[in-house]
């Protein structure tokens, strides 16, 4: 399914509640895969930007969570997948347990700009980023996520 419609709410694109991956680029990969997939972009362009992101600067917060992302051009609309690291994923040093990863359309900066403000301001409240990290069904996840982030349910 391509994103469309830029006027609308980011989409959740795919979810990863119990990811394996311990390291950085096997966690981009797994998720950037199905992100690619949902927003019909190439994937390994995609993870390729992600990563090249990264290595300029990390995009992990001390909260436990990292926000990677690339811009697209052919997006119109802001693309979002989430993974979730029981066991953790060595993010540059530091310990990162959910994983939010946009595709992002380069007209849409302000947009992913706001989101990403949000998430962090959303996620500062452990009782919150607990929540989100507990997660077993992904359809009570996609519900916490809409509610709580205003992200489509596509």
């Given at each position: 399914?391509?994103?469309?419609?830029?006027?609308?709410?980011?989409?959740?694109?795919?979810?990863?509640?119990?990811?394996?991956?311990?390291?950085?680029?096997?966690?981009?990969?797994?998720?950037?895969?199905?992100?690619?997939?949902?927003?019909?972009?190439?994937?390994?362009?995609?993870?390729?930007?992600?990563?090249?992101?990264?290595?300029?600067?990390?995009?992990?917060?001390p909260i436990g969570v990292a926000i990677p992302h690339?811009?697209?051009?052919?997006?119109?609309?802001?693309?979002?997948?989430?993974?979730?690291?029981?066991?953790?994923?060595?993010?540059?040093?530091?310990?990162?347990?959910?994983?939010?990863?946009?595709?992002?359309?380069?007209?849409?900066a302000t947009a992913y700009l706001m989101l990403v403000?949000?998430?962090?301001?959303?996620?500062?409240?452990?009782?919150?980023?607990?929540?989100l990290k507990s997660f077993k069904d992904e359809e009570?996840?996609?519900?916490?996520?809409?509610?709580?982030?205003?992200?489509?349910?596509?």
């Open positions: 399914m391509k994103a469309s419609q830029k006027s609308q709410a980011p989409i959740i694109g795919a979810l990863q509640l119990r990811m394996s991956a311990t390291c950085t680029e096997d966690a981009l990969r797994a998720l950037g895969a199905e992100v690619s997939a949902f927003a019909s972009i190439n994937p390994d362009a995609f993870v390729s930007a992600v990563l090249g992101r990264e290595r300029e600067a990390s995009t992990a917060l690339a811009r697209i051009a052919e997006l119109e609309r802001i693309v979002v997948g989430l993974g979730i690291a029981p066991k953790g994923i060595d993010w540059s040093g530091q310990e990162v347990h959910a994983l939010f990863l946009m595709a992002v359309p380069t007209s849409q403000q949000r998430l962090a301001k959303l996620l500062r409240d452990k009782q919150r980023l607990d929540e009570e996840c996609r519900a916490w996520l809409a509610k709580y982030m205003n992200l489509a349910l596509e």
